[in-house]
């Protein structure tokens, strides 16, 4: 969901919610993305921001994943984190962030598909998402019953962060997906870390999860962690979501 502030004309959106999951969507909508302002799903730095610097530390190696044209690698370094590597699989938007912070040469971008980090285990301190596994669970049907396509791609999201992390390393999640939809995804034994959660925002409240390695998940986790491979509930009728030519649709989508 973009945030509040300057206009700034609506992007292009894909003919159907899957097309969010497709790089070609994505290169052409960040043609001119050097030049255009930034846009910010599910809440700007300052709405997330009490929540979130208390948890880093400024020698922290921060990992940004799915980056976009989002500020939040800019807000982190003048917010007295510096060393941050941000990851997006468009080339396109890469190459207009490295043109857009080429007067901060700390920050660097990298065009990377998040299902395979190409990193060596135990890299960083800390690794952000905003919105990235939402927009690769677009697709889904119900968001009750997630598809087992889509339980993979975010198995593998979740297994290369945990990777990437090094012991007691810390993951953090901005998504619209309440725990209801979401806690199941993240609390899986294998991945080696604990989960809480938290909201933000005003208004419609936003869902800020941290899971850090090397700690344990609750008996109610990881009870909720075990319905992801529970045979499927009955199939509910469809939702059509994309009935708009805003993107606050992605709000809705719970997974």
């Known amino acids: ?22 790089v070609q969507y994505w290169d052409q909508r960040y043609r001119g993305a050097a030049d255009s302002p930034p846009y910010e799903w ?16 400024p020698e922290d190696s921060i990992l940004v994943l799915g980056c976009g044209n989002s500020a939040l690698s800019y807000e982190l370094f003048l917010g007295g984190f ?18 857009r912070y080429a007067h901060v040469p700390k920050l ?9 980090l190409g990193f060596p285990s135990g890299s960083f301190d800390v690794v952000l998402e905003k ?9 889904e049907q119900d968001p009750w019953n997630v598809s087992s396509e889509g ?3 975010v198995d593998q999201v979740l297994s290369e962060v945990s990777r990437v992390l090094v012991p007691g390393g810390q993951f953090i999640s901005m998504t619209s ?29 936003f869902h800020f999860y941290l899971m850090q390695k090397g700690k344990e ?22 939702c059509f979501l994309q009935d708009s030519d805003h993107e606050d649709f992605l709000s809705a989508i719970q997974l």
């Not at 959106?13 to 497709?22: A, T």
């Not at 065009?111 to 395979?116: G, I, L, P, S, W």
Request: hydrophobic content about 40%; overall charge neutral.
């Open 1 to 22: 969901m973009a945030c509040p502030g300057a206009w700034a004309p609506l992007p292009e959106l894909p003919e159907k919610n899957y097309g969010y999951r497709e």
């Open 42 to 57: 599910f809440g700007d730095f300052s709405s997330f921001r009490d929540l979130l610097e208390p948890e880093l530390r």
């Open 82 to 99: 510096p060393d941050v590597t941000s990851v997006d699989y468009s080339s396109v938007v890469v190459a207009a962030m490295r043109d």
């Open 108 to 116: 660097r971008w990298e065009t990377m598909d998040v299902r395979a």
């Open 131 to 139: 919105g990235t596994l939402d927009a690769l669970l677009t697709g």
């Open 151 to 153: 339980i993979h791609t």
């Open 177 to 205: 997906a309440a725990p209801h939809f979401r806690t199941r995804h993240y609390a899986q034994a294998r991945y080696g870390w604990s989960l809480r959660h938290a909201t933000y925002g005003n208004g419609f409240h």
């Open 217 to 238: 998940l609750s008996v109610a986790q990881l009870a909720l962690g075990a319905q992801i491979l529970s045979p499927p509930r009955p199939p509910t009728p469809p």
